[in-house]
C-alpha cells in the first residue's frame, strides 16, 4: 500500500462513464486485479472528507510512461465521482494503493464466469485475461441501466469470445440478471462465478449461484471513504468458516469477498451512502 | 521527509498532563486504529503517542455499522462503534512492542462509572499495560442513570467516572478526560473532572449532530449517538481550549494540560490550537481522508516556528492570550 | 424561473408559530439586510420573510468591522454587529413597502433583559410595525448581569428577556425565540421561553467559536463574541431541531414551532430540516455566497416533494420522527 | 447588477499573475473602470464560502464572443484566488457584477496620476484610455515586488508614453512609491491622482498627496466576502462630508473612495484577511 501523487495522462468517455490512465508506478507495478485504487477528491479547497475508492481496471507496469494504472469513473454516483470523473490531462490526484485483496485465481484451467455491472465491471477485462492465461474457460456477463453503462464490451469480445449484455426489463435489471445467470450456470459446468457490482446485485448474484454449488468470489464496489482500514465505515458482516459472525473491512480484507461468506440480507439493509 | 529533517535547531517536544511526547501531534482515538494500519502504511511513527479507539470492560458489538456518512468539511459517525473489552487486550496480537509504535494512551468508554472503573481496573491488570503511556476517558457515551445523555454533559457524572478511574490506575499514570465542547459551561465540567484527578483535559469529542436520509426521510444513524467531526468543528475546538485556558488564567481552573482535538488538519490549525491553550493536539478526521496528514502537521509545524523565530514549540503555547 | 413555475400542484405554505408563509424559506437575520440589497438584487421575493438584522434600544456601533473570516464550510464573524436603534425606524428609509418586499420579521438584540424590553417599546411605537409580521428575540447577545454569558445559554435570563419583550407586544404577534444548540439541555432553555410567551423557536445561533491569526498569533475576533455559521454547522442544527420535535412528541416540550438555521444551503438540507421536525428554514450564510440560494431551495424543495410524492410540504414535518 | 454563469474563453499569464477572459454578456455591456466582479470560488465541492471580488481588467461589449469581461487574478493570495487562477478555457464560474462605483471621470481634461500596485493595477489601462479620450494628461506609475508583478506595463507604454515602473528598494516597496509619488507630484501639475492597490499602499498614497491638495481616488482592492452589501465584512470607516464617522461598504458603495475621506488608520488597523 502506498501514497502517491498522480498524473492523468489521457481521458476518454466511456458511454455514460469515464476512463482515466494515471501514472503512479508506485502502484502499477504490484497490483492484480480485484486490488482497488483509493483516491482523496475535492482538490486544495474540498468540503469532501472522504476519500473514493475505485476498482483498478487495469496497470501497465513502467515503462514508457512511467507505469500507469486505470479507473472507470461513475460520474453520476457523488459529487466527490463527479470531481474524479471531470479530472483533465495533466491534472494531479492523491492515490492510495493498491487496496485490499485480489480475485483469487485458480491454479489450473476451469471453466468461469465473469459478471459486473456498471463501472463496477471495470476490472473484469484484466480479469478476464488473467483467467485465460491460466487456461479457464470464460463466460463473461455485463449488464448495465442502458448500453452506456456497458464498459468495454468491444475490448472483452477480441479476449473472451462470448460476451452476454443485460439490460433492464419491465421490472428493472435484477430479474433479467438473476435469469439469464440461473439459465447460463444450468446450462454450462462454470465452477466459479467471478462479480463486480454493487452489493445489491451481489446479492442476487450469490443467491442464485448457490444452489449450484458454484462458488462466488465478489467484488463489493461500495463505500470506502478512507480506503486504508481506519475508519470502520466499510464493514461487512460475515459468516467465518467457524460459523461465527464477525466484520471485515472491504477496504483490506476485500473487495473481494467469497459470497457464500457474506451476510447479504443484514449487509445490504445496513447500506447507507456515505455521500450526500 | 521526516521532521526532524527540516530542522534540528526547533525543540518540539511538550508535556502533556505528564506525558512527554517527541512532538505536540498525537493520533485521535479511532482515527488510527490500534496501530496495524498504521505500521502498514509506515506511518505509525508520526504521530507522537497513538490513543487507541475506546476500549469497554466487555467486548460489544453495536447494532449497526461504524459508517462514515459525508458532510461538509466533515464527517457524521456513531459514537457507540463496536469495541474491544480491555481484558481482551493479551488475545489481540497488538503490535504495540513492533518497532516504530509510538507511546500507546488507551482510550477508555462506559456507560455507568462502575463499567469505567472495571474497564480500568482490567488494564491495569495485563501485561501489555506495560506499553500504555496513559489512559483517556472517552466522556461522550451515555451515562445509564441519567437518561443517557453524555457523562461531559454533566458535572456529576464526569467527576465520578474520572475518580473512579482514577482510583484503579496508578498514582503516576497521565489521565486525560476527554470533553464534548458543546455545553454551555466546559470550564465547570472541567473542574470537576480536575478535582477528581484528571492530569489533562481533551476537547472535544465529536458535537452532537444529526444526518437525515433521502428519500427514507429517516435519521441516517441513531441520533442520540451521532457526532460531527472534521475540519468544519476547528473553530469550536479552537473556542473551547481558549475557554479552558483563560479559566487557568483567571484561577476558575486549576493549572492543566490541554489537548486540542477536532478539525486539526493542518500545520496552522494545530499553531492557533498551541496559541489558544493546547499543548498538544491529536488528528482525527484528517487521518481518513489522508494518512499523511500527521507528518505533514508535524513538518509544518516547524516551518511554523521557523518562520516566527520561535525556538521551541511549548512558546507557543497559550501566546494567544498574551497581551 | 419561478418556484411557482416548476409546479403548481404542491402546496408549499407552511404556519410557523402563528406566521402565514408562502414557502418554508425565510431569509435569516443579519444575512439579508433590510432589504435594499435584495431588492436591487431582484431576490427580495425568494424570501418567504425577511429577518432583519438585530436592532437595539440604542443605535450601537461597534469596536471592530463586522468581518467575516472563511473556514472550511463556514463562517466566523463577531455576533455584536453595529446595530440600529429601534427609535430609529422611521427615519432610515427602509424599503419595507415596496413591492416584493416579504413579510418582515424584526430581529432585537439586548445586553440586558430591560434592554430588550426597551426596544420592542419603541418598535411598537413605530409607524413601520403596520410592516411587521413577527418578532425574532435574538438570545445570542451577552447579559451584562451574567457576566455576559449568553442569554441562550441559561434558561433564566431567556426567559425573563421573552417574558419582557411579550409584554411589550401585541398579543397576538408571532414571537420568536432564537436559541443556541451549543448547550446541554436545548429542550430545557425551549421550555422557558415557550411558557413565557414564545411561541416559535429558532435554532440555532452561531456557535461558539475562535479563530487565531497568524502571524501575530492573537485572536481575530473578540473570543467572546465570535460565532461559527454555515454548512460546516448543518447536521449541529438538524440535531437540534431532532431534540426539540422529540421532546415536544415525549411531552417535555409544549407543542411549538421550530425554525432550522445554521447550513441550510440547498433543498436537500431543508428537506432534512423540515423531516426533524422545522415548519420552516432560513437562509443565513449561503446568501452571502449566493445570492440566489433561497430561491434554489425554494425550487428543490418542490422538486423533492414532487420525487417524494408529497403534496403539502407540511408532510415533511417531523416525518423523520415517524416509524 | 447581475448573477450570471460565466465561461473562460481565454488565459494568459502575466507574469507572476493569470489574465482571463470570460464571456459574460450581461456584466460586459454595462461596465465602467473601477467597477468589481465577484465570483464564487472552489466548485461544486467547495469548502469556501466567501466570494472572489476583484476589478475588472477590461470589458468588450457584445460582439463576435457575446461580450467578455476580464480580470487578473494573484494566484498566491490564497486558496480561492488560486482556484480561480488555475480555471482554463471552456470552465465555467459564477459572477455578479458590475459592482460599486465606478472612477469619476473629469468633466474635462485634467492633469492625472494613475497609480497601481501588483494585481490592483489591472483596471488602469482600460480607465487611462478613458481619461485619455477625455483629454486627460496621464502619468502612469505601475509597482510591484519584482518585475513580475507588474501588470501590463507594455500595454500601457503604447497607451500612456511615460510609465514608471516601482520596485522595492532595500526597506521595502513603500518607501520607494512615497518618494517617486512626491517627486512626481513636486514636478508636476497633476491634480487628481486615481490610485488601485491594497490598503497600505493607498494609506501611503493618500497621505503623499495631502500636503499638494491633490484629489486621491483610490480602488481599495480588499476582502469583499460577498460583493453585494449583504454581510457589512467590508465596510470602510471614513469622515463624511459634515465631519462625522461613519462606514460604507467598499463592494457597494466603493470601491473607489475618495482618499481623503477614508480613516486609514483606523481601517488598516482593523483589517484581516477573510480567509486562512
Ligand atoms: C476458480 C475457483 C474455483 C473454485 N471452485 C470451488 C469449488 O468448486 N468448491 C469449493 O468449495 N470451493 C471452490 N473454490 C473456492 C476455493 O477452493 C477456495 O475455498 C477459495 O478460493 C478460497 O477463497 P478464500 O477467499 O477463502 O481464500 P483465498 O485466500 O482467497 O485463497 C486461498 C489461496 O488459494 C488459491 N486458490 C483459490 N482458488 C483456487 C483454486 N480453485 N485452485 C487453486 N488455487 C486456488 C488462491 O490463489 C489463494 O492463494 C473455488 C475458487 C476458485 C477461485
Ligand atoms: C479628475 C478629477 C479632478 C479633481 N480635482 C479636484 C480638485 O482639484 N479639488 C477638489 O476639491 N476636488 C477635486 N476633485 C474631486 C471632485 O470635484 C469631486 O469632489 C469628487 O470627484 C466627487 O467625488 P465623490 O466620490 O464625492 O462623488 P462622485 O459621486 O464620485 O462624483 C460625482 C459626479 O461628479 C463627476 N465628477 C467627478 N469629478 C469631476 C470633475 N473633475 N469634473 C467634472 N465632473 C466630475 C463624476 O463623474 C460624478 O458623476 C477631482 C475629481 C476628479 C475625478
Ligand atoms: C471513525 C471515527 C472513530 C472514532 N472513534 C472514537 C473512539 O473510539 N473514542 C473516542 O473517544 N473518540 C473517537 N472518535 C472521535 C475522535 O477521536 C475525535 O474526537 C473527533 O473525531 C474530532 O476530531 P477530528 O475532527 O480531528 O476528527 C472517532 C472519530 C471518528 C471519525
Ligand atoms: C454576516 C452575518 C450577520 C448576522 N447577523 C445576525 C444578527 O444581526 N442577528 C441574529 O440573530 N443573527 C445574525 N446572524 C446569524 C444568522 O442569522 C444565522 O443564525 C447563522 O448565520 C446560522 O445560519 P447560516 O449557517 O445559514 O448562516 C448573522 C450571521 C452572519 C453570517
Ligand atoms: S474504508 Fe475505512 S476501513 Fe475501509
Ligand atoms: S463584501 Fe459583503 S457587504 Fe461588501
Known amino acids: 500500500m502506498v501514497e502517491a501523487r498522480g498524473e492523468l495522462i489521457a481521458s476518454r468517455r466511456m458511454g455514460v462513464f469515464q476512463h482515466h490512465t494515471i501514472v503512479v508506478p508506485e502502484l502499477a507495478d504490484r497490483a492484480r486485479p480485484g486490488q482497488l485504487a483509493s483516491f482523496a477528491v475535492g482538490g486544495r479547497t474540498s468540503a469532501l472528507l472522504g476519500r473514493r475508492t475505485l476498482p483498478l481496471a487495469a496497470i501497465t507496469p513502467s515503462g514508457t510512461y512511467g507505469g500507469t494504472i486505470e479507473v472507470v469513473v461513475d460520474p453520476v454516483r457523488d459529487a466527490g465521482m463527479r470531481w474524479l470523473a471531470d479530472l483533465r490531462v495533466h491534472d494531479e490526484v492523491d492515490v492510495i494503493g493498491p487496496l485490499g485483496r485480489a480475485f483469487p485465481l485458480p491454479a489450473h484451467g476451469v471453466d468461469s464466469m465473469v459478471l459486473g455491472v456498471g463501472a463496477s465491471a471495470a476490472p473484469l477485462g484484466w480479469l478476464s485475461t488473467a483467467l485465460r492465461d491460466r487456461g479457464c474457460r470464460v463466460e463473461l456477463m455485463l449488464a448495465g441501466e442502458t448500453d452506456r453503462h456497458l464498459v468495454g464490451v468491444i475490448e472483452a469480445r477480441r479476449v473472451i469470445g462470448t460476451v452476454s449484455v443485460v439490460t433492464p426489463g419491465p421490472t428493472g435489471l435484477l430479474p433479467v440478471l438473476r435469469d439469464e445467470l440461473q439459465r447460463t450456470l444450468r446450462a454450462t459446468e462454470i465452477s466459479v462465478v467471478y462479480a463486480a457490482a454493487r452489493a445489491p446485485e451481489l446479492s442476487a448474484v450469490a443467491e442464485v449461484a448457490r444452489p449450484f454449488g458454484v462458488t462466488v468470489q465478489a467484488l463489493l464496489d461500495e463505500a470506502m471513504p478512507c480506503g486504508t482500514g481506519l475508519c470502520g465505515s466499510c464493514e461487512v458482516p460475515v459468516t467465518g468458516s467457524d460459523g461465527i459472525s464477525r466484520t471485515i473491512r472491504c477496504c483490506t480484507e476485500g473487495a473481494v469477498i467469497r459470497g457464500d461468506l457474506v451476510e447479504w440480507d443484514r449487509y445490504v439493509a445496513e447500506l447507507w451512502e456515505t455521500v450526500r | 521527509m521526516t521532521a526532524e529533517s527540516v530542522s534540528a535547531d526547533i525543540d518540539l517536544t511538550v508535556n502533556a498532563g505528564g506525558l512527554a511526547l517527541q512532538t505536540p501531534v498525537m493520533g485521535a482515538s479511532g482515527c488510527c486504529g490500534f496501530g496495524h494500519e498504521l505500521l502498514r502504511l509506515g506511518r505509525a511513527g508520526d504521530v507522537s503517542a497513538l490513543v487507541t479507539p475506546s476500549l469497554t470492560a466487555r467486548t460489544q458489538s453495536s447494532d449497526h455499522r461504524g459508517v462514515l456518512l459525508e458532510v461538509p468539511s466533515g464527517l457524521v459517525s456513531p459514537t457507540d462503534r463496536p469495541s474491544l473489552g480491555t481484558g481482551q487486550l493479551e488475545a489481540t496480537r497488538l503490535p504495540w512492542d513492533a518497532d516504530g509504535i509510538p507511546p500507546v494512551i488507551v482510550s477508555l468508554a462506559g456507560n455507568l462509572s462502575g463499567a469505567y472503573a472495571e474497564a480500568a481496573d482490567q488494564l491495569r491488570r495485563q501485561s501489555l499495560m506495560r506499553r500504555v503511556a496513559g489512559v483517556e476517558v472517552n466522556l461522550a457515551c451515555g451515562d445509564r442513570k441519567n437518561d443517557d445523555r453524555p457523562f461531559a454533559h454533566d458535572v456529576f457524572g464526569a467527576t465520578k467516572v474520572i475518580a473512579r478511574v482514577r482510583e484503579q490506575l496508578p498514582r503516576d499514570l497521565p489521565l486525560f478526560a476527554k470533553l464534548s465542547a458543546d455545553v454551555h459551561d466546559l470550564v465547570e465540567i472541567a473542574r470537576g473532572c480536575v478535582k477528581s484527578g484528571a492530569t489533562g483535559l481533551v476537547v472535544s469529542s465529536p458535537l452532537r449532530a ?73 488528528v482525527g478526521s484528517v487521518m481518513l481522508h489522508d494518512p499523511s496528514s500527521a507528518e505533514r502537521v508535524t513538518t509544518g509545524l516547524l516551518a511554523e516556528c521557523e518562520r516566527l523565530g520561535i525556538p521551541s514549540v511549548k512558546d507557543l503555547i497559550g501566546r494567544a492570550h498574551h497581551d
Open chain 2, 210 to 282: 444529526l444526518s437525515i436520509d433521502l428519500p427514507t426521510l429517516r435519521p441516517r444513524l441513531t441520533p442520540a449517538v451521532t457526532g460531527l467531526s472534521g475540519p468544519a468543528i476547528l473553530p469550536i475546538t479552537l473556542r473551547a481550549v481558549w475557554e479552558l485556558r483563560a479559566a487557568v488564567l483567571s484561577g476558575r481552573l486549576p493549572n492543566v494540560a490541554v489537548v486540542a482535538v477536532g478539525g486539526i488538519a493542518r500545520a496552522s490549525d494545530a499553531v492557533q490550537a498551541l496559541a489558544a491553550g493546547a499543548s498538544a493536539v491529536q
